[in-house]
Protein backbone atom coordinates (compact mmCIF):
# COMPACT_ATOMS: atom_id res chain seq x y z
CA UNK A 1 0.00 0.00 0.00
CA UNK A 2 0.80 3.47 0.06
CA UNK A 3 3.75 5.16 2.13
CA UNK A 4 4.10 8.46 2.76
CA UNK A 5 7.85 9.94 4.31
CA UNK A 6 7.67 13.17 5.56
CA UNK A 7 11.13 15.58 6.34
CA UNK A 8 12.22 16.71 8.61
CA UNK A 9 10.55 15.70 11.90
CA UNK A 10 11.75 19.72 13.92
CA UNK A 11 12.27 22.77 12.16
CA UNK A 12 13.47 25.75 13.69
CA UNK A 13 13.32 28.99 11.40
CA UNK A 14 13.32 32.22 12.81
CA UNK A 15 10.61 35.05 11.60
CA UNK A 16 11.20 36.01 8.09
CA UNK A 17 12.79 33.25 7.18
CA UNK A 18 11.54 30.26 4.80
CA UNK A 19 9.92 26.92 6.04
CA UNK A 20 10.65 23.97 3.57
CA UNK A 21 8.42 20.42 4.02
CA UNK A 22 9.05 17.69 2.04
CA UNK A 23 7.22 14.70 1.70
CA UNK A 24 7.71 11.46 -0.53
CA UNK A 25 5.15 8.81 -1.52
CA UNK A 26 5.31 5.50 -3.23
CA UNK A 27 1.99 4.73 -5.53
CA UNK A 28 2.26 6.13 -8.56
CA UNK A 29 -1.44 6.30 -8.96
CA UNK A 30 -2.17 8.40 -6.14
CA UNK A 31 -4.29 11.86 -7.56
CA UNK A 32 -5.50 13.53 -4.31
CA UNK A 33 -2.49 15.48 -2.07
CA UNK A 34 -2.82 17.82 1.33
CA UNK A 35 -1.57 19.78 3.57
CA UNK A 36 -2.71 19.72 7.17
CA UNK A 37 -1.61 22.38 9.98
CA UNK A 38 -2.02 21.20 13.55
CA UNK A 39 -1.79 23.63 16.25
CA UNK A 40 -1.59 22.53 19.86
CA UNK A 41 -4.41 20.76 21.36
CA UNK A 42 -6.50 21.41 17.99
CA UNK A 43 -7.85 19.70 14.86
CA UNK A 44 -6.41 19.14 11.80
CA UNK A 45 -6.79 22.52 9.54
CA UNK A 46 -6.67 22.14 5.87
CA UNK A 47 -4.02 24.29 3.97
CA UNK A 48 -4.07 22.85 0.40
CA UNK A 49 -5.50 20.42 -1.61
CA UNK A 50 -3.61 19.99 -4.94
CA UNK A 51 -4.58 17.43 -7.42
CA UNK A 52 -2.27 15.71 -9.84
CA UNK A 53 -2.60 17.76 -12.76
CA UNK A 54 -1.22 20.76 -10.97
CA UNK A 55 2.61 21.32 -10.44
CA UNK A 56 2.60 24.64 -7.88
CA UNK A 57 0.03 26.01 -5.97
CA UNK A 58 0.56 29.32 -4.00
CA UNK A 59 -1.78 29.77 -0.96
CA UNK A 60 -1.39 32.72 1.37
CA UNK A 61 2.11 32.66 2.84
CA UNK A 62 3.19 29.37 1.24
CA UNK A 63 4.15 27.41 -2.03
CA UNK A 64 2.63 23.94 -2.24
CA UNK A 65 5.35 21.81 -5.07
CA UNK A 66 4.18 18.86 -6.88
CA UNK A 67 6.58 16.76 -8.54
CA UNK A 68 4.76 13.55 -9.69
CA UNK A 69 7.89 12.14 -11.79
CA UNK A 70 10.00 12.09 -8.65
CA UNK A 71 6.58 11.43 -6.54
CA UNK A 72 7.64 14.40 -3.99
CA UNK A 73 5.06 16.82 -2.36
CA UNK A 74 6.72 20.22 -0.90
CA UNK A 75 5.27 22.94 1.90
CA UNK A 76 6.87 26.10 1.70
CA UNK A 77 6.23 28.96 3.86
CA UNK A 78 7.74 32.06 2.67
CA UNK A 79 8.28 34.96 5.50
CA UNK A 80 7.36 32.47 8.70
CA UNK A 81 6.33 34.09 11.32
CA UNK A 82 5.50 33.02 14.95
CA UNK A 83 1.65 32.17 14.30
CA UNK A 84 3.23 29.87 11.76
CA UNK A 85 4.48 27.60 14.78
CA UNK A 86 2.64 24.19 14.62
CA UNK A 87 2.74 20.80 13.41
CA UNK A 88 2.79 20.37 9.45
CA UNK A 89 0.90 17.26 7.86
CA UNK A 90 1.06 16.12 4.17
CA UNK A 91 -1.51 13.34 3.08
CA UNK A 92 -2.51 11.50 0.12
CA UNK A 93 -5.46 10.23 -0.90
CA UNK A 94 -4.74 6.15 -1.27
CA UNK A 95 -5.96 5.50 -4.90
CA UNK A 96 -7.98 1.75 -3.74
CA UNK A 97 -11.08 3.53 -4.00
CA UNK A 98 -11.49 3.61 0.13
CA UNK A 99 -10.82 7.57 -0.21
CA UNK A 100 -8.27 7.08 2.98
CA UNK A 101 -6.24 9.45 3.78
CA UNK A 102 -2.44 8.31 4.08
CA UNK A 103 -0.53 11.00 6.85
CA UNK A 104 3.23 11.83 6.52
CA UNK A 105 4.95 11.36 10.16
CA UNK A 106 4.21 15.25 10.76
CA UNK A 107 7.03 18.31 11.03
CA UNK A 108 7.03 20.23 14.03
CA UNK A 109 7.53 24.00 12.98
CA UNK A 110 9.02 26.29 15.21
CA UNK A 111 9.09 30.34 14.64
CA UNK A 112 10.92 32.47 16.80
CA UNK A 113 10.61 36.04 16.96
CA UNK B 1 -23.26 25.30 11.70
CA UNK B 2 -22.31 22.29 8.92
CA UNK B 3 -19.48 20.54 10.58
CA UNK B 4 -17.86 17.50 11.56
CA UNK B 5 -18.70 16.86 15.95
CA UNK B 6 -16.89 14.96 18.43
CA UNK B 7 -18.47 14.03 21.69
CA UNK B 8 -16.85 14.10 24.65
CA UNK B 9 -13.68 15.99 24.22
CA UNK B 10 -11.75 14.26 26.89
CA UNK B 11 -12.17 11.24 28.57
CA UNK B 12 -10.47 9.20 31.28
CA UNK B 13 -10.95 5.40 32.32
CA UNK B 14 -9.51 2.28 33.57
CA UNK B 15 -7.69 -0.50 31.94
CA UNK B 16 -10.49 -3.13 30.74
CA UNK B 17 -13.65 -0.53 30.72
CA UNK B 18 -15.52 0.12 27.46
CA UNK B 19 -15.34 3.42 25.93
CA UNK B 20 -17.64 4.91 23.32
CA UNK B 21 -17.03 8.24 21.05
CA UNK B 22 -19.47 9.87 19.04
CA UNK B 23 -19.11 11.23 15.68
CA UNK B 24 -21.47 13.22 13.59
CA UNK B 25 -21.19 14.84 10.46
CA UNK B 26 -24.16 17.78 8.94
CA UNK B 27 -21.91 18.34 6.14
CA UNK B 28 -23.97 15.86 3.53
CA UNK B 29 -21.00 13.76 3.45
CA UNK B 30 -21.24 10.09 2.15
CA UNK B 31 -17.69 8.55 4.01
CA UNK B 32 -16.69 9.23 7.47
CA UNK B 33 -13.70 7.74 9.02
CA UNK B 34 -11.89 7.24 12.20
CA UNK B 35 -8.14 8.03 12.87
CA UNK B 36 -5.87 7.47 15.69
CA UNK B 37 -2.92 9.91 16.75
CA UNK B 38 -0.64 8.70 19.37
CA UNK B 39 1.71 10.72 21.33
CA UNK B 40 4.22 11.37 18.58
CA UNK B 41 1.75 12.70 16.47
CA UNK B 42 1.10 10.34 14.29
CA UNK B 43 -2.19 10.04 12.63
CA UNK B 44 -3.16 6.54 11.08
CA UNK B 45 -6.45 5.32 9.48
CA UNK B 46 -8.39 2.38 11.73
CA UNK B 47 -11.50 2.72 10.05
CA UNK B 48 -13.45 3.82 6.93
CA UNK B 49 -17.45 4.10 6.36
CA UNK B 50 -19.34 4.16 2.69
CA UNK B 51 -22.50 3.34 1.73
CA UNK B 52 -22.52 0.70 4.24
CA UNK B 53 -19.30 -0.46 2.97
CA UNK B 54 -16.35 -0.82 6.08
CA UNK B 55 -13.04 -1.01 4.99
CA UNK B 56 -10.92 -1.63 8.04
CA UNK B 57 -7.13 -1.27 8.95
CA UNK B 58 -6.08 -5.04 9.37
CA UNK B 59 -3.76 -3.54 12.20
CA UNK B 60 -6.53 -2.75 14.75
CA UNK B 61 -7.28 -4.71 17.22
CA UNK B 62 -10.19 -6.29 17.79
CA UNK B 63 -11.35 -4.47 20.66
CA UNK B 64 -12.03 -1.76 18.69
CA UNK B 65 -15.28 -1.40 16.75
CA UNK B 66 -17.20 1.39 14.51
CA UNK B 67 -21.27 1.20 14.95
CA UNK B 68 -22.75 3.36 12.24
CA UNK B 69 -26.72 4.66 12.21
CA UNK B 70 -27.10 6.03 9.47
CA UNK B 71 -24.38 8.40 7.05
CA UNK B 72 -24.20 10.89 9.26
CA UNK B 73 -23.03 9.01 12.55
CA UNK B 74 -19.85 6.77 13.29
CA UNK B 75 -19.46 6.04 16.71
CA UNK B 76 -16.27 4.52 17.91
CA UNK B 77 -16.41 1.38 20.27
CA UNK B 78 -13.63 0.13 22.24
CA UNK B 79 -14.57 -3.05 24.49
CA UNK B 80 -11.85 -3.42 27.05
CA UNK B 81 -9.08 -0.35 26.77
CA UNK B 82 -5.59 -1.10 27.58
CA UNK B 83 -2.90 1.69 28.01
CA UNK B 84 -2.03 1.77 24.44
CA UNK B 85 -5.27 2.92 23.78
CA UNK B 86 -4.40 6.27 25.03
CA UNK B 87 -4.34 8.80 21.91
CA UNK B 88 -6.46 11.41 20.10
CA UNK B 89 -9.32 9.60 18.30
CA UNK B 90 -10.14 12.01 15.22
CA UNK B 91 -13.38 11.24 13.21
CA UNK B 92 -13.65 12.96 9.60
CA UNK B 93 -15.72 12.96 6.71
CA UNK B 94 -15.70 13.81 3.10
CA UNK B 95 -17.46 13.08 -0.43
CA UNK B 96 -15.56 10.31 -2.02
CA UNK B 97 -12.64 11.15 -3.09
CA UNK B 98 -13.09 14.62 -4.95
CA UNK B 99 -14.21 16.69 -1.82
CA UNK B 100 -12.10 18.35 1.29
CA UNK B 101 -12.12 15.88 4.11
CA UNK B 102 -13.36 17.51 7.43
CA UNK B 103 -12.29 16.83 10.63
CA UNK B 104 -13.76 16.77 14.05
CA UNK B 105 -11.77 18.37 16.89
CA UNK B 106 -11.06 14.91 18.35
CA UNK B 107 -11.55 12.63 21.79
CA UNK B 108 -8.65 12.65 23.87
CA UNK B 109 -8.60 9.14 25.84
CA UNK B 110 -6.62 8.64 28.71
CA UNK B 111 -6.05 5.06 29.98
CA UNK B 112 -5.06 4.81 33.53
Known amino acids: GEQVEQRPPHLSVREGDSAFITCTYT??????FFWYKQEPGASLQLLMK?????EINEGQGFTVLLNKKDKRLSLNLTAAHPGDSAAYFC????????????FGSGTQLTVMP | ETAVFQTPNYHVTQVGNEVSFNCKQT?????MYWYKQDSKKLLKIMFS???????VNETVPRRFSPQSSDKAHLNLRIKSVEPEDSAVYLC???????????FGSGTRLLVI
Open chain 1, 50 to 54: VFSST
Open chain 2, 49 to 55: YNNKQLI
Open chain 1, 27 to 32: DPNSYY
Open chain 2, 27 to 31: LGHDT
Open chain 2, 92 to 102: ASSRGANSDYT
Open chain 1, 91 to 102: AVSASSGSWQLI
